[in-house]
């Protein structure tokens, strides 16, 4: 958050307006940050604060009418949509409060599912797969379908499909928002710790303050803007 030379994310002047009938909403006002590789970002704020639009911005899926988004160098918004699906795979993670896993394929398989369509052969992507889902702890739960899998577990899943690129930023919407209180306390630390441990930069948007560990660093949103910054 300090030096931008080594940042893995660079927001500049981000700001987003939708148009509402007349009125027009500001869902982001000049918004600017950055981020290094091992550092975590925990982004609150009240709902319609703009948290969810800075993460699709951050993620390249949605234009801004003004400002940038560089991940490891690369302005998101200026990549081709073929180039850009293939630079999301293996830069972002994503983790999604509805955990997001396919039903009809195994833990292992869901785990698997970014390397195959980047193209990396079965065997080596199923023994990655199988790696990351050790990480998380579920290594005895590879071939049950997400149907079978209780809410933790699941997002456990989508935390190893999320770092199994190895991605250089995970980007993490209400992570616990579907989780009971003792299982989010869970799911939040082995996020943090997955992502350190494996180098990446961490954005967590959340109503809940408390998912904001020691040493991460904490925005406070209101109307689009950042009105506070702080460390946890
Ligand atoms: N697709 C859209 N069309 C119109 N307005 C939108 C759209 N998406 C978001 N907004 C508006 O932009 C503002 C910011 O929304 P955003 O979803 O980013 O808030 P949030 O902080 O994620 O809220 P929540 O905590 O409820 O998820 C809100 O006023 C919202 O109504
Ligand atoms: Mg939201």
Redesign the pocket.
């Known amino acids: 958050m300090t030096d931008t030379n080594t940042a893995v994310l660079e927001v500049r002047n981000l700001s987003k307006s939708?148009?509402?009938g007349t009125d027009e909403?500001?869902?982001?006002n000049d918004v600017s940050f950055s981020l290094q590789r091992g550092e975590v970002l925990v982004v609150t704020?009240?709902?319609?604060?703009?948290?969810?639009?800075?993460?699709?911005a951050m993620s390249g899926l949605e234009p801004c009418d003004s400002g940038s988004v560089l991940v490891d160098g690369t302005d998101v918004a200026t990549l081709k949509p073929t180039l850009a699906a293939a630079f999301r795979r293996r830069e972002l993670g994503f983790v999604f409060q509805f955990f997001n896993l396919i039903a009809t394929l195994t833990a292992v398989e869901n785990v698997a599912m970014p390397l195959i369509l980047d193209g990396v052969k079965a065997k080596e992507a199923d023994e990655r797969a199988a790696e990351m889902l050790n990480a998380v702890g579920l290594s005895d739960q590879r071939d049950r379908y997400g149907a079978q899998l209780s809410g933790g577990q699941m997002q456990r899943v989508a935390v190893a499909r999320a770092l199994v690129g190895t991605p250089s930023l995970v980007l993490a919407?209400?992570p616990t928002g579907s989780l009971d209180r003792a299982t989010g306390v869970e799911i939040n630390a082995l996020l943090h710790e997955t992502a350190t441990r494996y180098g990446a930069a961490l954005v967590i948007?959340t109503?809940d303050v408390a998912l904001a560990l020691p040493g991460d660093h904490v925005f406070a949103?209101r109307d689009?803007q950042i009105e506070e910054r702080g460390v946890a």
Request: aromatic residues 4%; charged residues 10%.
């Open positions: 939708f148009q509402s909403v500001v869902a982001l704020g009240p709902s319609g604060s703009g948290k969810s639009s800075l993460l699709h919407d209400e948007v109503h949103m689009g």
